[in-house]
T-cell receptor, first 118, second 110 residues
Framework: GAVVSQHPSRVICKSGTSVKIECRSL??????MFWYRQFPKQSLMLMAT?????????EQGVEKDKFLINHASLTLSTLTVTSAHPEDSSFYIC??????????????FGPGTRLTVL | KQEVTQIPAALSVPEGENLVLNCSFT??????LQWFRQDPGKGLTSLLL?????REQTSGRLNASLDKSSGRSTLYIAASQPGDSATYLC?????????FGAGTTVTVRA
């Protein structure tokens, strides 16, 4: 149980284009989804937290207009990288959790999406 | 702001040796601590989750301890195998978010 998928697993795009990454919880309803990015040999950095049906909360330093997050349903969240540039190339990972009445709920992670912007 | 540190950054051992990975965090007001495994170019696989009220968790050859008051956790992997080669991340959860360490990259030599 508690499986999270991401699509696509790998994407290459030209500079200036927009890229959408999907994150799905396959066997549970995710009340909260998280988006992280990871640079080579570095830790995961939280970009934003999204709750179903409401606006995402972005971490300090993350551009809201560049990284658009939509959590339209309890099983799907999308991250759109708008007007992508080479510096946006990174490994993007989503995670999902659901409210079970305990704040210490576990996050379940997707397999990640490798974005390369040429 | 929570800071999570993992030492060493890299570790190479011969097969069969026990592994000891360390994680420290600056703010002891955590809800839980989690250890993950990450293979190159892949996502995270959860290994063990320790709630703040617990002292340790075990799963097979893996054992993780938590000393919340001193801000430390240790992951022990017994009788290492080449398949254990990966990067191991620890993460602590406070009332806001998960904070990750940079990881320890383990190589187990056959």
């Amino acid at each position: 149980g508690a499986v999270v998928s991401q699509h696509p697993s790998r994407v290459i795009c030209k500079s200036g284009t927009s890229v959408k990454i999907e994150c799905r919880s396959l066997d549970f309803q995710a009340t909260t989804m998280f988006w992280y990015r990871q640079f080579p040999k570095q830790s995961l950095m939280l970009m934003a937290t999204s709750n179903e049906g409401s606006k995402a909360t972005y971490e300090q330093g993350v551009e809201k207009d560049k990284f658009l997050i939509n959590h339209a349903s309890l099983t799907l969240s999308t991250l759109t990288v708008t007007s992508a540039h080479p510096e946006d190339s990174s490994f993007y990972i989503c995670s999902a959790s659901w409210l079970r009445g305990r704040i210490s709920d576990e996050q379940f992670f997707g397999p990640g999406t490798r974005l390369t912007v040429l | 702001k929570q800071e999570v540190t993992q030492i060493p950054a890299a570790l190479s051992v011969p097969e069969g040796e026990n592994l000891v990975l360390n994680c420290s965090f600056t703010d002891s007001a955590i809800y839980n601590l989690q250890w993950f495994r990450q293979d190159p170019g892949k996502g995270l696989t959860s290994l063990l989750l320790i709630q703040s009220s617990q002292r340790e968790q075990t799963s097979g050859r893996l054992n993780a301890s938590l000393d919340k008051s001193s801000g430390r956790s240790t992951l022990y992997i017994a009788a290492s195998q080449p398949g254990d080669s990966a990067t191991y991340l620890c993460a602590v959860k406070d009332d806001y978010k998960l904070s990750f360490g940079a990881g320890t990259t383990v190589t187990v030599r056959a």
